[in-house]
């Protein structure tokens, strides 16, 4: 190691476990990946699969702090969310320590329950908004997309869409994915997908659409699923307040997505767009909320 | 057999078929069902898969008629769709001949193409349609959900949702899905599902309360596909035209699916409906568009 390891950052998603081994100050200086996602996982199997994955980072007892599904009902040990509005101090204060006799944390999700009534939650992404330190909106694409609003360095408000898992779902398991190969081939395809999905309210007659464009002919064999990503994007940005994208916008995400998102939301006619690095944010938040603690 | 067979009436869709024994004017004298629907058949196994369905009703040289997915491109003979505006004795104009041997016609599906321009199809409920013959709204829900509009007997506009497909896909395909029994246990799930599907115009995004409704102790594990099951029939309730909502509708389905529109349609503040049975529609359309040919 050639820089000393201050924090031992973890993102443990459910599909797929991202360990950073991080510098004073919240600069990446190593990292792992690893599979084992939180969902399979049984709470006894969590601290070995991190000795597998990074045990030679844990010698020197640095603390290791984890953000993600870990903390969730079914995971390592249950980190409650906390309510919105959410700043730093109170992620930090909600820590869970799982095991006394080791220096593990992990990071509570947040809960978005406007009059008490619980609307919406998110685990991880709370790190990452922290990280990148902006206000506005900020976008985490992916299988749950997740829209959060922050004012004042305070996360107010969480909006989830499942626009990755249905793109996966539509693909795998409905007629419309029949033959449709993997996106990224025919950007063209792509824009009028968003087109669509910005227009057509009605995402499940929308969907229709990918089979009448193949009928039609508008729609290349290898374009549908750059059709159906665009379908699906367009409609989760037609379903937010034209209002709300006028503002700054911070979008966290692997560069591929956050790429079509750029593209979706300059398309909607929508707000400045900032593209921010998913491993950097994790970092700078798990820092930040490290930090706090001390 | 008690009653003169005047037409073998055939209902071919994508996973089943349907067999009608049809008397004069166009009654169902008796009836077969097989798994063997027209997706994973090749051209050349239609007849043998007829015969051996029905095979024995068809010595008597009654005439065949076959509606569905029999005439799609990939089916036993391609069909051509006819353009809306279609009255009976256009789609009667259009029947196909697979085979010059056998008194076998394939009807052709319907296509709603505004201004020249290709927007949505059928196979099927064409012929649905014409049997409950009436005028105004006409609902097909199932896997693919159709909304047929006629007038003056001619189907004038077809719009497609993706509803029976998208709820099984979730169910199989998604997190959501994960130990959700069966629909049909909790009522008032379902209602709680309608309204947000009314209220809530982006599915994505609505999609994810059936998690948060389950996390925030809302919704108890049985009551999740009928909760979903609401959620996707308020959502395709929501993207019709209000005023289109204010004339008669006819609802041609299943009779628990039947209901479950009922009442949605009820609770979205709707038409007049009516229910329709899908064997006697499909059987007095054959017979309507048979005796349109002689």
Same mark, same amino acid.
């Given at each position: 190691m050639t820089d000393t390891t201050a924090l031992i950052g973890v993102d443990w998603g459910s599909s797929n476990l991202r360990v950073l081994r991080i510098g004073e100050? !919240? +600069?990446?200086l190593d990292r792992r990946a690893d599979p084992? @996602? +939180?969902? @399979?996982?049984?709470? /006894?199997d969590f601290p070995g699969v991190l000795n597998r994955v990074a045990g030679d980072w844990l010698v020197d007892g640095a603390p290791v702090l984890i953000c993600g599904m +870990? /903390? +969730?009902? =079914? !995971?390592?040990v249950e980190a409650p969310y906390r309510p919105c509005p959410t700043a730093v101090a109170d992620v930090a204060a909600g820590l869970v320590r &799982? %095991? &006394?006799?080791? &220096?593990v944390a992990i990071v509570p999700g947040v809960a978005f329950s406007p009059g008490g009534v619980l609307m919406d939650v998110m685990r991880g992404e709370e790190t990452q908004t922290f990280g990148v330190a902006v206000d506005g909106l900020v976008v985490a694409p992916g299988t749950h997309s997740k829209w959060i609003t922050v004012e004042a360095g305070r996360i107010v408000a969480i909006r989830t869409f499942m626009t990755g898992e249905l793109f996966a779902a539509v693909r795998t398991a409905?007629? #419309? /994915?029949? !033959?449709m190969s993997a996106p990224g081939q025919d950007p063209d395809a792509f824009r009028r997908g968003v087109e669509r999905g910005l227009e057509d309210r009605s995402l499940s007659a929308a969907l229709f659409s990918v089979r009448v464009e193949g009928l039609a002919g508008r729609l290349e064999p290898g374009g549908a699923a750059d059709y159906l990503s665009g379908l699906l994007i367009g409609a989760e940005i037609a !379903? =937010? %307040? &034209? %209002?709300? #994208?006028s503002g700054p916008l911070t979008l966290i995400g692997e560069a591929a997505l956050s790429a079509r998102y750029e593209e979706a939301l300059e398309m909607a006619g929508g707000p400045c767009v900032r593209v921010a690095d998913v491993e950097q944010a994790t970092a700078a938040g798990l820092w930040r909320i490290w930090e706090a603690t001390q």
């Open positions: 100050g !919240g +600069a990446v084992r @996602g +939180a969902v @399979g996982l049984e709470p /006894g +870990a /903390g +969730a009902r =079914q !995971g390592w &799982p %095991d &006394p006799a080791r &220096p409905t007629l #419309l /994915g029949v !033959g !379903g =937010q %307040d &034209p %209002d709300r #994208l």
